[in-house]
C-alpha cells in the first residue's frame, strides 16, 4: 500500500456491530473482555504505525449512524480506544463507526439488491462499501473443496440452477450462504454466460463479473467526483478464509479476475467511457455517441491527445481514429465527447480510447469492448403502443435492445381524454397499432377514436396488435376492456366471450408452429392469467393454451392482425400479499431471483422479446433482417460471450527476468506475454506449478492483448527457483504454453 500509495482504513479485529453485552457493567466478564481488547488492539497499532499507509483507525463497522449506537451503549470503550490510538499514532486519524458520517454501501447488483445499474443514482459523500464476490482461482479452489462436489456434481443438474455443482457445498463457503450463492450466480447467468460448459468457464464467468462490478462502479463513482461523491472504498482486499467472497485476492493472496478491474479503475490518471448500460447489445449500424471522462487524481497537471478508435477482434479500425487535444488540472477532470458510426456488420467491438502526455508520461490506455446486434427491419417498422402504463412496460422493455423499430407511447399520462387529435393521422404517422391494453377501454374511449383504429387497419392497411391481461379482450374483474362491444372487435382475429380471464388454473400450453417461428418454448410462459377466445374462421393459430387460441394471426381489410391471449404481468389484487406499503409506494418483496428458474429471474420474462418481434413482423408485413429466432438469440447473447466466440489464437511466453529478493525472500520474475497469433487472445492469464509450497502467485493478468501486443506479468514464490515447477500462460481461446525457467 505504501508502494502503490494506497490509503488504509485498519478496522480492529471486533464485531461488526460491536461486542454487544460482553462490555456491559453487569456482565461478569467486561473488566476483563476490555483490558484484553485494549491489549491486543495496541499490540495492533504498535505494529502497524509506522506504515505511511496507514491513514484511519476504526473499532465499529455497523454499530452507529447519526450519533446513535444501534447494538448498545459502546460510548466509553470507544474513548478507551479513541485516546490509545490518538497517543501511540498522532497522525492518523480515528473513526468510531464506518456508518457515521454520511456515507453509503452499494451492493446493487451484486448480492440481495437490485441491479448494477441502480447505482447511476448514487449520491452520497462517501462510498464506504462496494464489491462482488466471486470464487479464487482453480488452484486455491481444489485445496478445500471435494472434487466431487466441485463439478461433474450431475445431481445438481435439476435443481434451480441448472448447473453440474454441489449447491450445499457451494453455499457453505459462499459469502451469505445460499441467498448470497443463487443472487450471484443468477446475475452470472443472466450477464456473462447462460451456460458454462466447464469449472474452468463457470470460474471465469464468476470472476469476469467481479473484474465488471469492480470497474463499472469505481468507475462510474470516480465520474461523480465532489458531485456529490469525494471518495470510494472497495470491501475487501483479501479473502480472511478460504471460500467464494468479496476480496479480489483469495486467502493464499491469487489475484482473481476482478484485481485487474479494480486496477484499471482506481489509475490515478483515469479514462473512463460513460456507457450507463454496457452490457446490452448496441445496434449495429446506428451512430454510437458517449462522453468520454479524463480523471486526473494526481498532483500534476496533465496535456496531451486523447485518441478514440474501434476495433475489431483481429485488432483492425473499422473507422477512422478520433483524436482531441486534452488539458487536465491536478485533481481535476474533463469529458470528451466521441462519436462514431458503427458498422452494419454486427459483432463485438473493442472501443480503445488513450491519452498520451506532452510531459513525457506514460501512455494510458482504456479498453471497452460492447457488443452489436442487427436492426430487426431493414426500414424501420413505425409503433404506436397505445395502453395504460403497466400494460405497456413489459412491451417496451422485451423491445428495450431492439433497432429498426421506432415506438411512441399514449399511455394515461400522455393522452389527453379531451383531445381524440391523436387517433386522426395513424394512418400517416404509425405501421403498427398495439393495443396493450386499458381497462374499461369501453368507457375511457369515445366511439370516434376506436372507429378511427378500426379504420387505420380496415381501410388504411395499419398493422394491429393485442396483448393480454386484466385491460384487454373482454376479460372481468370488473376491469376489463369490453372490446366486443367496441369496433375493435371486428378487427381483432378471435371471437370474444364475456368473463373469459382465467387467472389461477395453471394452463396447458401447445405451442404448435409457435416455437419455429419465434425460437421460444410458450411452455416456459409464466402464469398470469389468458383470455379465452375462439379463432374467427380466416385466421390462423400458431399456439393454443388449454385449447383455446394463444397466439392468432389473421387479417382485416387491408390490414394484418394479431393477437397473443395471455397476460403479460401478474394481474392486480385488492389484497397484497407479496407487497409492503412505504410511504407514497408499494414495493414488492420477493426477490426476483426466488423464482422457480433462476435463469428467468428479469422481472419480465425473456421470451416476451421474440413474441413482440413475431407479433409486429406479421402486423407489419415486413420480414426481420434475420429470422426471428436468431434475432431474439443474438439479443439475448451476452458481450462477454460475444467475445469468448471468437477464434482461437496462439501465445508465446519468455521469462525475461527471475531472480531472488532477499527483502521478500522469495524468487520473484516476470513473464513477457505476446499474442502471436490473428484475433485478441482474451483474458490472458498466467500460472506457476509448485509441489514444495502452495505460497506463489502470479501478480498480474487477465488482459486482453490484440495481435501482436505483449504485456509482462510478475511473478513470485516464497522458495527457490528450484522450487519452481513450470511458469505457464493461457487464454480464453489460446492454448497453454510453458515458458521455460532460464532467462531470455
Same mark, same amino acid.
Given at each position: 500500500?505504501?508502494?502503490?500509495?494506497?490509503?488504509?482504513?485498519?478496522?480492529?479485529?471486533?464485531?461488526?456491530?460491536?461486542?454487544?453485552?460482553?462490555?456491559?457493567?453487569?456482565?461478569?466478564?467486561?473488566?476483563?473482555?476490555?483490558?484484553?481488547?485494549?491489549?491486543?488492539?495496541?499490540?495492533?497499532?504498535?505494529?502497524?504505525?509506522?506504515?505511511?499507509?496507514?491513514?484511519?483507525?476504526?473499532?465499529?463497522?455497523?454499530?452507529?449512524?447519526?450519533?446513535?449506537?444501534?447494538?448498545?451503549?459502546? @460510548?466509553?470503550?470507544?474513548?478507551?480506544?479513541?485516546?490509545?490510538?490518538?497517543?501511540?499514532? +498522532?497522525?492518523?486519524?480515528?473513526?468510531?463507526?464506518?456508518?457515521?458520517?454520511?456515507?453509503? $454501501?452499494?451492493?446493487?447488483?451484486?448480492?440481495? =439488491? +437490485?441491479?448494477?445499474?441502480?447505482?447511476?443514482?448514487?449520491?452520497?459523500?462517501?462510498?464506504?462499501?462496494?464489491?462482488?464476490?466471486?470464487?479464487?482461482?482453480?488452484?486455491?479452489?481444489?485445496?478445500?473443496?471435494?472434487?466431487?462436489?466441485?463439478?461433474?456434481?450431475?445431481?445438481? &443438474?435439476?435443481?434451480?440452477?441448472?448447473?453440474?455443482?454441489?449447491?450445499?457445498?457451494?453455499?457453505?463457503?459462499?459469502? *451469505?450462504?445460499?441467498?448470497?450463492?443463487?443472487?450471484?450466480?443468477?446475475?452470472?447467468?443472466?450477464?456473462?454466460?447462460?451456460?458454462?460448459?466447464?469449472?474452468?468457464?463457470?470460474?471465469?464467468?464468476?470472476?469476469?463479473?467481479?473484474?465488471?462490478?469492480?470497474?463499472?462502479?469505481?468507475?462510474?463513482?470516480?465520474?461523480?467526483?465532489?458531485?456529490?461523491?469525494?471518495?470510494?472504498?472497495?470491501?475487501?482486499?483479501?479473502?480472511?478464509?478460504?471460500?467464494?467472497?468479496?476480496?479480489?485476492?483469495?486467502?493464499?493472496?491469487?489475484?482473481?479476475?476482478?484485481?485487474?478491474?479494480?486496477?484499471?479503475?482506481?489509475?490515478?490518471?483515469?479514462?473512463?467511457?460513460?456507457?450507463?448500460?454496457?452490457?446490452?447489445?448496441?445496434?449495429?449500424?446506428?451512430?454510437?455517441?458517449? @462522453?468520454?471522462?479524463?480523471?486526473?487524481?494526481?498532483?500534476?497537471?496533465?496535456?496531451?491527445?486523447?485518441?478514440?478508435?474501434?476495433?475489431?477482434?483481429?485488432? $483492425?479500425?473499422?473507422?477512422?481514429?478520433?483524436?482531441?487535444?486534452?488539458?487536465?488540472?491536478?485533481?481535476?477532470?474533463? *469529458?470528451?465527447?466521441?462519436?462514431?458510426?458503427?458498422?452494419?456488420?454486427?459483432?463485438?467491438?473493442?472501443?480503445?480510447?488513450?491519452?498520451?502526455?506532452?510531459?513525457?508520461?506514460?501512455?494510458?490506455?482504456?479498453?471497452?469492448?460492447?457488443?452489436?446486434?442487427?436492426?430487426?427491419?431493414?426500414?424501420?417498422?413505425?409503433?404506436?403502443?397505445?395502453?395504460?402504463?403497466?400494460?405497456?412496460?413489459?412491451?417496451?422493455?422485451?423491445? &428495450?435492445?431492439?433497432?429498426?423499430?421506432?415506438?411512441?407511447?399514449?399511455?394515461?399520462?400522455?393522452?389527453?381524454?379531451?383531445?381524440?387529435?391523436?387517433?386522426?393521422?395513424?394512418?400517416?404517422? =404509425?405501421?403498427?397499432?398495439?393495443?396493450?391494453?386499458?381497462?374499461?377501454?369501453?368507457?375511457?374511449?369515445?366511439?370516434?377514436?376506436? #372507429?378511427?383504429?378500426?379504420?387505420?387497419?380496415?381501410?388504411?392497411?395499419?398493422?394491429?396488435? *393485442?396483448?393480454?391481461?386484466?385491460?384487454?379482450? $373482454?376479460?372481468?374483474?370488473?376491469?376489463?376492456?369490453?372490446?366486443?362491444?367496441?369496433?375493435?372487435?371486428?378487427?381483432?382475429?378471435?371471437?370474444?366471450?364475456?368473463? @373469459?380471464?382465467?387467472?389461477?388454473?395453471?394452463?396447458?400450453?401447445?405451442?404448435?408452429?409457435?416455437?419455429?417461428?419465434?425460437?421460444?418454448?410458450?411452455?416456459?410462459?409464466?402464469?398470469?392469467?389468458?383470455?379465452?377466445?375462439?379463432?374467427?374462421?380466416?385466421?390462423?393459430?400458431?399456439?393454443?393454451?388449454?385449447?383455446?387460441?394463444?397466439?392468432?394471426?389473421?387479417?382485416?381489410?387491408?390490414? #394484418?392482425?394479431?393477437?397473443?391471449?395471455?397476460?403479460?404481468?401478474?394481474? #392486480?389484487?385488492?389484497?397484497?400479499?407479496?407487497?409492503?406499503?412505504?410511504?407514497?409506494?408499494?414495493?414488492?418483496?420477493?426477490?426476483?431471483?426466488?423464482?422457480?428458474?433462476?435463469? @428467468?429471474?428479469? =422481472?419480465?420474462?425473456?421470451?416476451?422479446?421474440?413474441?413482440?418481434?413475431?407479433?409486429?413482423?406479421?402486423?407489419?408485413?415486413?420480414?426481420?433482417?434475420?429470422?426471428?429466432?436468431?434475432?431474439?438469440? #443474438?439479443?439475448?447473447?451476452?458481450?462477454?460471450?460475444?467475445?469468448?466466440?471468437?477464434?482461437?489464437?496462439?501465445?508465446?511466453?519468455?521469462?525475461? +527476468?527471475?531472480?531472488?529478493?532477499?527483502?521478500?525472500?522469495?524468487?520473484?520474475?516476470?513473464?513477457?506475454?505476446?499474442?502471436?497469433?490473428?484475433?485478441?487472445?482474451?483474458?490472458?492469464?498466467? +500460472?506457476?506449478?509448485?509441489?514444495?509450497?502452495?505460497?506463489?502467485?502470479?501478480?498480474?493478468?487477465?488482459?486482453?492483448?490484440?495481435?501482436?501486443?505483449?504485456?509482462?506479468?510478475? =511473478?513470485?514464490?516464497?522458495?527457490?527457483?528450484?522450487?519452481?515447477?513450470?511458469?505457464?500462460?493461457?487464454?480464453?481461446?489460446?492454448?497453454?504454453?510453458?515458458?521455460?525457467?532460464?532467462?531470455?
Amino acid at each position: 500500500a505504501d508502494r502503490l500509495g494506497v490509503l488504509v482504513f485498519q478496522q480492529f479485529p471486533i464485531h461488526q456491530f460491536g461486542p454487544g453485552d460482553l462490555v456491559s457493567p453487569t456482565n461478569p466478564r467486561s473488566t476483563e473482555f476490555v483490558a484484553h481488547i485494549l491489549e491486543e488492539f495496541e499490540s495492533i497499532v504498535r505494529r502497524l504505525r509506522g506504515f505511511a499507509s496507514m491513514t484511519i483507525w476504526g473499532t465499529f463497522a455497523e454499530a452507529r449512524q447519526d450519533g446513535k449506537w444501534w447494538w448498545g451503549d459502546y @460510548d466509553e470503550l470507544d474513548a478507551r480506544i479513541s485516546a490509545m490510538v490518538t497517543s501511540l499514532d +498522532g497522525d492518523a486519524d480515528y473513526h468510531s463507526s464506518y456508518c457515521d458520517f454520511g456515507e453509503q $454501501h452499494y451492493w446493487e447488483g451484486v448480492i440481495g =439488491f +437490485g441491479e448494477f445499474t441502480d447505482n447511476l443514482e448514487a449520491d452520497t459523500f462517501f462510498v464506504s462499501e462496494f464489491g462482488c464476490p466471486a470464487p479464487p482461482v482453480l488452484e486455491s479452489l481444489e485445496t478445500f473443496m471435494p472434487a466431487e462436489s466441485l463439478w461433474n456434481y450431475e445431481a445438481g &443438474r435439476e435443481g434451480r440452477l441448472g448447473l453440474p455443482i454441489d449447491p450445499t457445498e457451494w453455499a457453505y463457503i459462499w459469502g *451469505h450462504d445460499y441467498e448470497g450463492m443463487t443472487a450471484s450466480i443468477a446475475r452470472v447467468l443472466h450477464h456473462v454466460s447462460p451456460w458454462p460448459s466447464t469449472i474452468d468457464e463457470f470460474i471465469d464467468a464468476c470472476g469476469w463479473y467481479q473484474w465488471f462490478a469492480h470497474r463499472y462502479n469505481a468507475e462510474l463513482f470516480r465520474r461523480k467526483r465532489y458531485n456529490n461523491i469525494t471518495g470510494i472504498r472497495m470491501w475487501s482486499l483479501r479473502d480472511s478464509s478460504p471460500g467464494v467472497k468479496c476480496a479480489p485476492l483469495d486467502y493464499w493472496q491469487r489475484p482473481k479476475m476482478g484485481l485487474e478491474g479494480l486496477r484499471l479503475a482506481y489509475a490515478p490518471f483515469l479514462i473512463s467511457l460513460d456507457e450507463p448500460y454496457p452490457l446490452e447489445p448496441i445496434v449495429a449500424g446506428s451512430r454510437y455517441v458517449r @462522453d468520454v471522462h479524463l480523471i486526473n487524481d494526481t498532483a500534476m497537471p496533465r496535456t496531451g491527445v486523447f485518441t478514440a478508435v474501434l476495433l475489431d477482434p483481429s485488432g $483492425h479500425p473499422v473507422v477512422e481514429p478520433l483524436t482531441r487535444p486534452y488539458s487536465v488540472e491536478a485533481d481535476g477532470s474533463v *469529458h470528451i465527447e466521441m462519436s462514431f458510426e458503427l458498422p452494419l456488420e454486427a459483432g463485438p467491438l473493442m472501443v480503445r480510447l488513450e491519452a498520451d502526455s506532452t510531459s513525457g508520461d506514460a501512455l494510458v490506455r482504456s479498453d471497452n469492448w460492447i457488443s452489436t446486434v442487427p436492426a430487426a427491419f431493414a426500414d424501420p417498422v413505425r409503433v404506436l403502443l397505445l395502453g395504460q402504463a403497466r400494460y405497456t412496460e413489459p412491451v417496451m422493455h422485451a423491445l &428495450r435492445r431492439v433497432g429498426g423499430i421506432e415506438t411512441t407511447v399514449l399511455d394515461e399520462n400522455a393522452r389527453d381524454p379531451r383531445d381524440d387529435s391523436w387517433s386522426t393521422t395513424l394512418v400517416n404517422d =404509425f405501421d403498427v397499432i398495439w393495443f396493450t391494453g386499458w381497462e374499461q377501454a369501453v368507457h375511457r374511449f369515445t366511439e370516434a377514436e376506436l #372507429r378511427a383504429v378500426a379504420a387505420a387497419v380496415i381501410d388504411g392497411g395499419v398493422g394491429f396488435v *393485442h396483448s393480454g391481461g386484466q385491460g384487454s379482450f $373482454h376479460a372481468g374483474d370488473s376491469l376489463g376492456a369490453q372490446l366486443d362491444a367496441t369496433p375493435l372487435g371486428d378487427v381483432l382475429p378471435v371471437e370474444l366471450r364475456r368473463n @373469459d380471464i382465467v387467472w389461477d388454473l395453471p394452463p396447458a400450453i401447445d405451442d404448435g408452429g409457435a416455437h419455429d417461428a419465434l425460437g421460444v418454448d410458450l411452455r416456459r410462459l409464466p402464469s398470469h392469467g389468458y383470455a379465452r377466445t375462439t379463432l374467427k374462421p380466416d385466421a390462423r393459430q400458431l399456439a393454443t393454451v388449454d385449447g383455446f387460441p394463444l397466439l392468432a394471426f389473421g387479417e382485416c381489410g387491408h390490414g #394484418r392482425t394479431a393477437a397473443f391471449t395471455a397476460a403479460l404481468l401478474p394481474p #392486480r389484487r385488492f389484497l397484497k400479499t407479496v407487497a409492503v406499503e412505504t410511504g407514497e409506494e408499494t414495493v414488492t418483496t420477493g426477490a426476483p431471483w426466488d423464482r422457480d428458474d433462476i435463469r @428467468d429471474y428479469d =422481472f419480465n420474462w425473456p421470451g416476451y422479446t421474440a413474441i413482440a418481434l413475431g407479433l409486429i413482423a406479421h402486423a407489419s408485413g415486413q420480414a426481420t433482417a434475420v429470422a426471428v429466432p436468431e434475432l431474439a438469440a #443474438r439479443l439475448s447473447s451476452t458481450v462477454y460471450d460475444a467475445v469468448a466466440a471468437v477464434a482461437t489464437t496462439q501465445l508465446l511466453a519468455v521469462v525475461t +527476468g527471475v531472480g531472488w529478493s532477499s527483502e521478500a525472500h522469495e524468487t520473484r520474475g516476470t513473464l513477457s506475454v505476446t499474442n502471436t497469433g490473428d484475433t485478441v487472445a482474451r483474458l490472458v492469464r498466467a +500460472g506457476i506449478a509448485s509441489r514444495a509450497t502452495m505460497d506463489c502467485r502470479v501478480r498480474d493478468g487477465f488482459i486482453d492483448l490484440m495481435p501482436g501486443e505483449s504485456a509482462d506479468l510478475r =511473478f513470485e514464490i516464497a522458495g527457490t527457483l528450484d522450487d519452481i515447477d513450470s511458469v505457464f500462460v493461457r487464454a480464453v481461446n489460446a492454448e497453454q504454453v510453458e515458458a521455460a525457467l532460464t532467462p531470455a
